[in-house]
């Protein structure tokens, strides 16, 4: 992933949709310096694979099995 750094200036003369466009569409991180030195950053959220499908299965009644045992601490 390439970033780039712009001042707030540099910002103000683009279009903002054509900074988010660029951040989704080429995986860019832009680095918007602040003028009191502070800097945030505008990247692509990350994708997560979905989560496997499980075979099994849970038995019926399994927590009235566990929530009825009396234990002592």
Same mark, same amino acid.
């Given at each position: 992933?390439? *970033?780039?750094?712009?001042? &707030? !200036?540099? %910002?103000? +003369? +683009? @279009?903002? !949709?054509?900074?988010l466009m660029d951040v989704v569409n080429q995986h860019m991180i ?8 502070? !800097?945030?950053?505008?990247? @692509?959220?990350? +994708? &997560?694979?979905? %989560?496997?499908? &499980? =075979?099994? #299965?849970?038995? !019926? ?5 566990? #929530? *009825? +045992? =009396?234990?002592? %601490?």
């Amino acid at each position: 992933m390439t *970033s780039q750094i712009l001042t &707030l !200036e540099e %910002l103000k +003369q +683009q @279009p903002v !949709e054509k900074i988010l466009m660029d951040v989704v569409n080429q995986h860019m991180i832009f680095i918007i310096r602040l003028p009191g030195g502070d !800097e945030v950053a505008i990247e @692509p959220k990350p +994708q &997560l694979k979905p %989560l496997p499908v &499980l =075979n099994g #299965y849970v038995p !019926e009644g399994w927590k009235d099995v566990i #929530y *009825s +045992q =009396n234990r002592e %601490l």
